[in-house]
């Protein structure tokens, strides 16, 4: 955890939390209907592909259709999906009755593999870079149902990010850009290592010159993707600023 401190008329600290997460971390993610395990996939390079298990847990039959999206984050630090081809699932397909499992394979394509391994060759590090995916597990609409049943079907959709691994991974964060600007407080979470971080806290507080705490909030935590950059952008109470 890291602790900065900008100057405005008191004093602001930004608190962050950050969890490298790793393929330890296998909590499954529930909707309502089913859910899927594990929440984060790794393919690493001693792997060549990895299993994702989806669970229906109704009493009806479930339909999903699964699709890979690569995954890249913008410079405001929203998420950008495009379809991509550098993954292979099998099935893409699911028909599952009540309470049953069933595992679907993902693996890496031979054209992404080479891509990559290119890539990691010209890295100046060496190390090559993670590169991040996600599979979208959408449910379908049941089959047969009758055209004029009064009933709406809430369908979930769920997202699983996939990061394919080099064989030295690591995260690393800082805090940099501090600025307060028309009653903001700016700042920008810097990720300049070759793998992921997960923000699990990330908190602003304001205190005066006897450290009495003045103002405090806390922030939407979320990824910061290797060699990329999440910005800040916090207003802050009238009275602080003057």
């Known amino acids: ?23 330890a971390m296998t909590r499954a993610a529930a909707a309502e209907s089913f859910y899927v395990n594990p929440i984060r996939l790794y393919v690493t390079p001693q792997s060549t592909s990895v299993l994702l298990k989806v669970t229906n847990t109704s009493e009806d039959t479930l339909r999903f259709h699964l699709q ?9 630090g929203s998420t950008v999906l495009d379809p991509t081809s550098d993954l292979v699932l099998f099935p893409r397909l699911l028909s599952l009755p009540a309470n049953e499992s069933r595992n679907v394979r ?23 870079k993670e590169q991040t995916y996600r599979i979208m597990v959408q449910q379908l609409p049941k089959r047969n149902t009758p055209a004029d049943a009064r009933q709406i079907q809430v369908l979930t959709r769920m997202s ?7 064989e030295d991974t690591s995260a690393n964060l800082k805090l940099a850009d501090a600025n307060v600007k028309d009653g903001e407080l700016n700042f920008t979470v810097k990720n300049s290592g070759n793998a992921h971080a997960l923000l699990t806290r990330v908190g ?15 922030l939407k935590p979320w990824y910061v993707l290797a060699k990329t950059a999440r910005p800040y952008s916090v207003p802050l109470p009238e009275a602080i600023c003057r």
Do not use: C
Request: glycine share 8%; charged share 25%; aromatic share 10%.
């Open 160 to 166: 699983v990010p996939l990061f394919v691994t080099p």
């Open 1 to 23: 955890m890291t602790a900065r401190r900008f100057k405005v008329k008191h004093f602001a600290g930004v608190i962050l939390g950050a969890l490298i997460s790793s393929a």
């Open 106 to 128: 993902i693996g890496v394509s031979a054209k992404a593999r080479r891509s990559q391994a290119e890539r990691s060759k010209k890295d100046k590090s060496g190390k090559g």
């Open 68 to 76: 890979p999206f690569g995954w890249k984050q913008a410079k405001d």
């Open 204 to 218: 602003l507080k304001v205190w005066d010159a006897n450290q009495s705490e003045l103002y405090a909030r806390t």
